[in-house]
């Protein structure tokens, strides 16, 4: 379909300026209609000043670019339009992979960003590839990008014998701005060429700075004097059936169980800085059930956030405390809200119970945005009381299992010119308890404030000081001390206070670290942190343990410019060690790693890690500590080029502590592109981990370890089939098990002995810890966008789990006996519609 945009007034075709040493492109209200069906004939087009001049990033970076980019731009009072011709003198080999929405592909790419707000810190992008594929994310930060970010846009793209083109139509509405009768947006452009993994912009974003969005080119001469619509609101309806194979004599549970509900999505421009968006009744049925893992440490594992509202945007809300290889987590961990229920219904014998899997969430909303020189997000989500229902005969009683809860988080950051940032953040929790409830602590409030100071363009000191308060009835933190964060019974833990009568509990945590952000070569950082004993944040935030005391350094040689036989490499030293406040060391050690992208594409890299015996604080789980032994790994990986039609990839990690534990694992991955529309990939993970001396139990006066023999083994498969830009079919699954054999039982002896034969003894255990667990988790999603901004899901969700208690592994039979598990099924449809005021 062909779509009329009527627009105003046409200036003067003029070359691109260049002023202060910045590219300036002037825009061109047309005067006529454009017609956005990527069809370079338009009068506009033909009058408008060109941008030209791009440069590559990748692999040459500040290089010419191999072909040519043109690029024009008008507006008129409702849009803004971006044509860009990409010349390519064999067309023929131009890439276009039609995948589904947002989802990234080695294809040709162009792609706009603007800056709006023109704060040199925050940008929206757009792009589109050959097969009309869209993507959109969010920039902020300079440097960060949210690709939970979704936009109601249009664009059209063809091919020619010059090349191929795009045509964006961006509503002002979904861009932020102050109305003004010269308005200037920050602007770039990025080109990505598939086949030589070339990507060049105007002007040139270099991969050597240490920002991305303060190295946009000006837009300047826009006549926005008038306020875009401010309101969407996207309606849903929700139909749902589940199937679940139960007991037949419980009465509180049914095979077959039909749901409907209402929802409501929305957002609303408050001032042109500052977005309202909120949900009411949300739903989040097509999204993608977490992995399984079986998890024997002492310490909560982390799941990502992968639920629309809160990933959209989070980036606003990030106050990191401990980073690892790029996955950070702090104050606000938006996975805390809905999860599932923590009390557990008092079932007397030969009664029955039945209990939610999930927390309802009410209403969430939040308001994100600046003000002056500040970004800010406020958000408040409100979950519901969950109850247990216990049958005993025709008697129905129920019991609160997660009381009516309210979660709040206040961020803001002052940002300076130099691109340095002073903010601060502040977190509280605050429950409804009745007396089922009060194991939980009724108000949790945390506060911090970091900073990212600039000494330079490639030198900076960042770091952050936080604290918390958590108040309770002494049972509620009671329980918060004893528990694998704090662990302040430990017998051995002459530095802590244990109070069993406690009513809140307070701590702190602080980092400071110098950093050279910036440059071709050299880059690196020294850092040293801090979390006092009572620190805890984890009624809203995300923190494993408290008590500890840290410091690392980070070196990283690194060369980008290509050579006939490399495009990038990176050589990288880290050291790193901790204590806890008594002063044991808890850990300390090394690691020496290497990355190459060669001239063929494939890539590889390697490390070695060496770490000395340690402390384990939380050996015993709240008991006396143990010493570990020095262990030794090596890992790497491969992979060919992901631009063919079939990539392959393999990962492996193997690790010894020279006295009989150790672990090892494989996993060889395959992703296959029969067509442009199809890619299927699958993974499959062997691990074996034997450990001589993991926890058990405690058994009176004895802490109980055993020699585990551990296989884990898990298929990850997946396929997109894309009909349409608008119309995608995804298929994930995985069949999951884990095996575990214990034998050699002990008791911990002398934890503190530095040799490792006097710390343990024989113990005879009577108890059968072995396991066999079995999952299979499939999540299937039909997405239909009908029309902008509004969509259809039909989904199919599937869920199987069960326990055996035996200990060994067999793949053939363990991973078919999956499917022997009970099942649990939830068939669901999703519509929406997207309405704008």
């Known amino acids: 379909m062909r779509r009329l945009i009527c627009a105003a007034v046409l200036l003067v075709p003029a070359a691109p300026a260049v002023a202060n040493g910045r590219i300036i492109a002037t825009p061109v209200p047309a005067a006529s209609a454009i017609r956005v069906d990527g069809d370079p004939s338009d009068e506009t087009w033909r009058r408008a000043p060109v941008i030209t001049g791009f440069k590559q990033r990748e692999p040459n970076d500040g290089a010419p670019a191999t072909f040519e980019t043109e690029a024009r731009v008008a507006y008129d009072a409702t849009a803004l339009y971006i044509a860009v011709q990409a010349i390519d003198p064999e067309p023929s080999r131009i890439v276009g992979i039609r995948s589904r929405r947002d989802e990234s592909s080695p294809s040709d790419w162009i792609s706009v960003a603007v800056d709006s707000f023109h704060d040199r810190r925050t940008a929206f992008e757009f792009a589109v590839n050959p097969a009309g594929v869209k993507r959109d994310k969010y920039w902020f930060n300079d440097s960060n990008e949210d690709q939970g970010?979704?936009?109601?846009?249009?664009?059209?793209?063809?091919?020619?014998?010059?090349?191929?083109?795009?045509?964006?139509?961006?509503?002002?509405?979904?861009?932020?701005?102050?109305?003004?009768?010269?308005?200037?947006?920050?602007?770039?452009?990025?080109?990505?060429?598939?086949?030589?993994?070339?990507?060049?912009?105007?002007?040139?974003?270099?991969?050597?700075?240490?920002?991305?969005?303060?190295?946009?080119?000006?837009?300047?001469?826009?006549?926005?004097?008038?306020?875009?619509?401010?309101?969407?609101?996207?309606?849903?309806?929700?139909?749902?059936?589940?199937?679940?194979?139960?007991?037949?004599?419980?009465?509180?549970?049914?095979?077959?169980?039909?749901?409907?509900?209402?929802?409501?999505?929305?957002?609303?421009?408050?001032?042109?800085?500052?977005?309202?968006?909120?949900?009411?009744?949300?739903?989040?049925?097509?999204?993608?059930?977490?992995?399984?893992?079986?998890?024997?440490?002492?310490?909560?594992?982390?799941?990502?956030?992968?639920?629309?509202?809160?990933?959209?945007?989070?980036?606003?809300?990030?106050?990191?405390?401990?980073?690892?290889?790029?996955?950070?987590?702090?104050?606000?961990?938006?996975?805390?809200?809905?999860?599932?229920?923590?009390?557990?219904?008092?079932?007397?014998?030969?009664?029955?119970?039945?209990?939610?899997?999930?927390?309802?969430?009410?209403?969430?909303?939040?308001?994100?945005?600046?003000?002056?020189?500040?970004s800010i997000g406020v958000l408040n989500a409100v979950t519901s009381d969950e109850d247990a229902v216990i049958a005993t005969g025709t008697q129905r009683i129920r019991q609160t299992v997660e009381p009516l809860s309210s979660y709040s988080v206040v961020r803001a950051r002052r940002e300076f010119a130099n691109q340095s940032s002073l903010g601060f953040m502040v977190t509280g929790t605050n429950r409804n308890l009745d007396d089922a409830t009060r194991f939980l602590p009724g108000q949790a409030y945390t506060g911090g404030a970091d900073w990212d100071w600039r000494l330079s363009p490639r030198y900076a000191i960042q770091g952050y000081l936080a604290g918390s308060n958590v108040l309770g009835d002494a049972a509620a933190i009671d329980e918060l001390q004893r528990s694998n964060v704090h662990s302040f019974q430990r017998p051995d833990a002459t530095h802590l206070e244990y109070h069993p009568a406690r009513t809140s509990l307070n701590g702190y945590a602080g980092s400071a670290a110098l950093s050279k952000i910036?440059?071709?070569?050299?880059?690196?950082?020294?850092?040293?942190?801090?979390?006092?004993?009572?620190?805890?944040?984890?009624?809203?935030?995300f923190l494993r343990r408290g008590d500890q005391k840290t410091m690392g350094?980070?070196?990283?040689?690194?060369?980008?410019?290509?050579?006939?036989?490399?495009?990038?490499?990176?050589?990288?030293?880290?050291?790193?060690?901790?204590?806890?406040?008594?002063?044991?060391?808890?850990?300390?050690?090394?690691?020496?790693?290497?990355?190459?992208?060669?001239?063929?594409?494939?890539?590889?890299?390697?490390?070695?890690?060496?770490?000395?015996?340690?402390?384990?604080?939380?050996?015993?789980?709240?008991?006396?500590?143990?010493?570990?032994?020095?262990?030794?790994?090596?890992?790497?990986?491969?992979?060919?080029?992901?631009?063919?039609?079939?990539?392959?990839?393999?990962?492996?990690?193997?690790?010894?502590?020279?006295?009989?534990?150790?672990?090892?694992?494989?996993?060889?991955?395959?992703t296959w592109r029969p067509t442009s529309f199809l890619m299927v990939n699958g993974g499959l993970s062997f691990s074996r981990n034997r450990d001589q001396q993991q926890w058990i139990e405690q058994a009176g006066n004895h802490y109980v370890f055993g020699r585990l023999n551990q296989q884990t083994a898990a298929v990850r498969m997946r396929a997109n089939y894309t009909v349409t830009p608008a119309l995608s079919i995804q298929l994930y699954a995985e069949p999951f098990v884990s095996a575990g054999d214990y034998l050699s039982f002990k008791e911990l002896r002398d934890g503190r002995s530095k040799d490792y034969t006097l710390r343990y003894?024989?113990?005879?255990?009577?108890?059968?810890?072995?396991?066999?667990?079995?999952?299979?988790?499939?999540?299937?999603?039909?997405?239909?966008?009908?029309?902008?901004?509004?969509?259809?899901?039909?989904?199919w969700q599937q869920g199987r789990e069960d326990v055996l208690d035996r200990g060994t592994f067999s793949f053939r039979r363990d991973l078919g006996g999956v499917f022997d598990a009970p099942a649990r099924n939830v068939f669901l449809v999703k519509w929406s519609y997207w309405m704008n005021f």
Request: hydrophobic share 35%; proline share 5%; with cysteine.
């Open 518 to 541: 910036g440059g071709k070569r050299v880059r690196f950082n020294t850092n040293v942190a801090v979390k006092s004993p009572g620190f805890d944040i984890n009624d809203v935030g």
């Open 761 to 795: 003894i024989p113990f005879a255990y009577d108890g059968s810890p072995d396991f066999n667990y079995r999952s299979f988790r499939t999540t299937n999603v039909l997405r239909w966008e009908y029309r902008p901004g509004s969509t259809l899901f039909v989904v």
């Open 149 to 374: 970010w979704d936009a109601v846009w249009d664009v059209a793209v063809s091919k020619d014998a010059r090349g191929w083109r795009a045509e964006f139509r961006i509503p002002f509405s979904q861009l932020r701005f102050h109305p003004s009768q010269s308005a200037s947006f920050g602007l770039a452009i990025i080109r990505q060429i598939g086949r030589l993994n070339e990507v060049t912009t105007w002007p040139l974003l270099s991969k050597s700075a240490n920002g991305f969005v303060s190295a946009f080119g000006e837009l300047t001469g826009l006549t926005l004097d008038q306020s875009p619509k401010r309101l969407e609101l996207v309606p849903y309806l929700v139909g749902d059936i589940t199937t679940d194979r139960v007991s037949a004599a419980n009465p509180l549970t049914k095979r077959t169980e039909a749901d409907g509900t209402l929802g409501l999505d929305l957002k609303y421009a408050l001032r042109p800085g500052l977005t309202v968006t909120g949900t009411i009744n949300p739903d989040f049925g097509q999204v993608e059930a977490d992995p399984a893992v079986v998890n024997l440490s002492a310490f909560e594992t982390f799941f990502s956030e992968r639920r629309p509202f809160f990933v959209e945007g989070s980036g606003v809300f990030r106050f990191d405390l401990d980073c690892n290889d790029g996955n950070c987590s702090g104050l606000f961990y938006s996975r805390r809200i809905g999860r599932s229920p923590r009390g557990q219904a008092e079932t007397p014998d030969g009664s029955y119970s039945w209990a939610p899997l999930q927390t309802t969430i009410l209403g969430a909303g939040k308001l994100t945005g600046r003000v002056g020189a500040f």
């Open 553 to 670: 350094n980070w070196v990283q040689w690194r060369h980008d410019r290509p050579n006939r036989y490399l495009r990038s490499f990176r050589f990288n030293l880290n050291q790193y060690a901790g204590w806890n406040f008594g002063g044991d060391r808890l850990y300390s050690g090394g690691n020496v790693n290497a990355h190459a992208v060669f001239a063929n594409h494939w890539a590889t890299g390697m490390g070695i890690n060496v770490n000395a015996p340690g402390f384990d604080d939380r050996a015993t789980r709240g008991g006396p500590g143990a010493y570990d032994n020095a262990q030794k790994s090596v890992w790497g990986y491969l992979e060919t080029d992901g631009r063919k039609a079939v990539s392959l990839g393999l990962n492996g990690f193997i690790s010894s502590d020279g006295h009989g534990s150790g672990f090892r694992d494989l996993s060889p991955f395959i």
